[in-house]
């Protein structure tokens, strides 16, 4: 059985330069595509040489999967989600919480089941089909193959991120609004299983936000990553792909930031947990409120680069970064992108920072030891 709740952390990029974006009728049941339940229809590219994977230089094998279009419905008599407003009270999109109703958090609904009696009750019931236009699913692609080849050159070859594409419909239930997001538990089961296997290292699940037939768009984060909540052990994130969240220059070329992001958040975990590198640095982050004089090494410090790998969201207590700012929190990254001559802050962490030539492990169903949920070495949940 799986646990019934996870941890999660999202990355809304507060800390980054550009990023100073916003937080994040009733209509027939549209066609249903095949549900969660049944093995999905895909088109993907060719994955990587399962092959290579043990050997070093270190080859990751990182599954994308581009969610589109995404159908789901949701019914209430007052909800709120993005401009899926309804109700005296949420009618205008700014009600509380507590002045949902029914109660959130609200989850989906399958669209095949928006006329089942249990929701009959409810004053507004609402179906939408969510999409990503081809040229938003190909800027997708070509943002993540830019990645993976400046990984592999910021890296000096130590780590080659081995990319592949698979476009999925899907009829989702399990988002919980006003946060159009997926999680590890919506998705593992029922979706990814039948693609994913201890041989890949990151997965990432992206989706749109906007029903455009309907000029309708649901509330979002832009992006959100698990930790050990994994898929088959593998690291998992959810980017949201929308005009709220924020563009960086990387290689001389516009990337959307959470979808570099989010993959160092898990390479981050990984590094530490998985394949147990010191971080002198680990278990430090500021806390603000509390924060106090010397909690972190001073900006300029003469500690090796090597001894610790810094949270992505956190450039200004990285204390050999241009922007350290370790006495108070700026809100931004200034040199979070390539700007004023200067390199991004994505590579500097891989150049100063990545430990280099060990043999890099992303999942934690074969790093040979019984860890997190696992009742045997590399075996039990998530483990196939």
């Known amino acids: ?55 070093y230089p270190s080859k990751a094998k990182f599954q994308v999967f581009i969610l589109n279009p995404v159908r789901t419905c949701l019914a209430g008599n007052d909800f709120a989600s993005g401009s899926v407003c309804f109700g005296e009270k949420c009618g ?69 991120l081995q990319m592949s594409f698979t476009e999925l419909p899907v009829d989702y239930t399990g988002f919980v609004a006003p946060d159009f997001v997926f999680g590890p538990f919506e998705v593992d089961d029922e979706l990814l299983n039948p693609y994913v296997g201890v041989d890949t290292d990151f997965v990432y699940t992206v989706n749109g936000v906007f029903d455009r037939e309907q000029n309708l768009n649901l509330a979002f984060a832009c992006g959100g990553s698990y930790g050990e909540m994994s898929i088959h052990g593998a690291g998992y994130a959810n980017i949201q792909y929308g005009p709220a969240c924020n563009s960086i220059t990387i290689g001389g070329e516009t990337v959307y930031e959470p979808l570099i992001h989010e993959w160092y958040h898990n390479l981050d975990w990984a590094l530490y947990n998985i394949n147990q590198v010191p971080d002198a640095l680990e278990g430090k982050n500021p806390d603000w409120s509390a924060w106090q004089r010397g909690s972190l090494p ?67 169903c074969r790093d040979g030891r019984q860890d997190f949920t696992e009742t045997g070495i590399d075996s039990g949940w998530p483990c196939p």
Not at 3 to 27: D, E, R
Not at 103 to 115: H, L, S, V
Not at 313 to 330: G, K, Y
């Open 1 to 55: 059985m799986k646990p019934p709740k996870y941890f999660l952390f999202f990355s809304l990029l507060i800390f980054l330069a550009s990023c100073n974006f916003p937080g994040h009728t009733p209509t027939p049941a549209p066609t249903a595509l095949p549900t969660a339940a049944a093995t999905p229809t895909a088109t993907g590219t060719t994955t990587a040489n399962d092959n290579s994977l043990a050997h």
């Open 298 to 364: 001073a900006c300029g410090s003469k500690m090796t680069g090597l001894t610790w790998f810094p949270s992505i969201d956190l450039c200004e207590w990285d204390p050999d970064w241009i922007d350290c700012n370790n006495t108070q929190s700026a809100g931004r990254c200034v040199h979070a992108g390539e700007q004023d001559g200067e390199i991004s802050w994505y590579e500097h962490v891989i150049r100063a920072h990545y430990p280099g030539a060990f043999r890099f492990i992303g999942n934690h």
């Open 92 to 160: 205008d999109c700014q009600c509380a919480w507590e002045d949902f109703d029914p109660p959130a958090p609200m989850t989906g609904i399958p669209p095949e089941r928006i006329d089942d009696p249990e929701y009959a009750g409810y004053a507004h019931r609402v179906c939408l089909e969510i999409t990503l236009t081809p040229e938003e699913v190909q800027a997708i692609e070509d943002d993540m193959r830019l990645v993976a080849e400046k990984v592999y050159e910021w890296s000096e070859g130590d780590l080659e």
